[in-house]
């Protein structure tokens, strides 16, 4: 596996996962009896768990999971970006790494001006101030014993994400931070819009009129599925290797309209697009560097105002794509295949609908 072998994954990794909810709640052991069986029948070797620096996700949640070979990933956002206190830091950092914790991710969206106090976005030197505030985290991490995260980014954003991931990766290795760099995995936003599966493949090499923000009609850019292409084509200018990226949220996501050439997304699209991902995901025809996916969203509570992208809408009925997806694992947590085109999917992922189902929805 080479140097793959430094980011920790799931035994038997299928390579799918979801984001959990949309807030810091839902962390109790009957949410845990509730949604456990149906992550594991969906397949789900990944579970993003959002969090902050005042509020951990509970140990017992945690721990479960690594039972059931469902990986956490904790999402801390801390918005307005700022310094963390290093003993805080060294406190929560620890304390996850000891209930079995490979990933935190703390500080996202750093190109957008919602991230920022107005003063902070304002003033010159931003990615200087950002690498002031995320090289210290990502040095706590690797202390303690997790993988250094470089923090998502915003598609597009405000400050156009491709460059200014340029430039905070050249940065860090003018500080003299290559060796982190070396050992660091970067996590992604990973949404398609309602752009088709393969906008954008072949990065910037086939694509090389696109511009920030407007690409001309004949050009297509970065923002849809083959977003790990373009990201890497960065880090390999700073690294000798292609870094791992983990997926924080993604997919087709419900009403998506972004692309006014395309239809928006229905529940036919959703579907489709969602279960195309899938299958490009678990039979290896992605980059092994890429570890996961993690579809946007599991569920959400009553007034959320992402209640109808949730695959188990508060109160309704899950979203077909979801009992698609359970009919294809049909209860088989079928290991991702390791190189693209390995193999295809096994027979029994062609078969219709099981009848003989242990989850009741």
């Known amino acids: 596996m080479g140097y793959m072998s430094r980011y920790p994954e799931p035994p038997g990794n299928t390579g799918i996962g979801f ?25 789900t070797s990944w579970l993003i768990l959002q969090s902050s620096p005042v509020r951990m996700v509970p140990e017992p949640f945690v721990k479960r999971l690594l039972e059931a070979q469902i990986e956490p990933v904790i999402r801390i956002p801390c918005h307005p970006i700022r310094p963390i206190v290093r003993l805080e ?139 790990f292409e373009w990201i890497d084509e960065i880090a390999r200018k700073y690294v000798k290797h292609s870094p791992a990226q983990l997926v924080i949220a993604g997919g087709a996501v419900m009403g998506a309209a972004d692309l006014r050439s395309q239809p928006p997304v229905d529940v036919k699209r959703h579907t489709d697009l969602n279960m195309e991902i899938v299958h490009r995901v678990h039979a290896g025809l992605v980059p ?26 508060p109160g309704g009925s899950p979203l077909p794509v979801a009992e698609r997806l359970r009919e294809l694992f049909d209860g088989r947590a079928m290991p991702r295949s390791i190189k693209p085109g390995h193999r295809k999917m096994p027979e029994w992922a062609e078969r219709g609908p099981n009848e003989d189902r242990t989850v009741s929805w």
């Open 19 to 43: 984001h959990y909810f949309d807030d810091e709640e839902h962390y109790t052991s009957a949410d845990l009896a509730r949604w456990l069986p149906i992550l594991q029948s969906l397949g």
């Open 89 to 227: 830091l060294e406190l929560i950092l620890k304390t996850y790494r000891r209930w079995g914790v490979h990933y935190v991710v703390i500080f996202e969206r750093a190109n957008t001006r919602s991230a920022w106090t107005p003063t902070e976005w304002a003033s010159p030197g931003l990615i200087d101030r950002f690498l002031d505030r995320m090289i210290p985290v990502l040095l706590v991490m690797e202390q303690v014993g997790l993988t250094p995260v470089f923090p998502p980014l915003e598609p597009g954003g405000d400050y156009w994400d491709l460059q200014f991931m340029d430039s905070a990766l050249e940065g860090m290795i003018t500080r003299g931070y290559g060796d982190l760099l070396s050992r660091t995995a970067i996590a992604i936003f990973h949404f398609t819009g309602n752009r088709p599966l393969d906008w954008g493949k072949g990065g910037s090499k086939c694509w090389p009129h696109a511009i920030p923000y407007a690409p001309p009609d004949h050009s297509q850019d970065h923002r849809g599925f083959y977003r």
């Open 288 to 313: 092994r560097y890429l570890l996961n996916t993690a579809f946007w969203l599991l569920s959400s509570s009553p007034g959320s105002p992402n209640a109808s992208r949730a695959w188990f809408p």
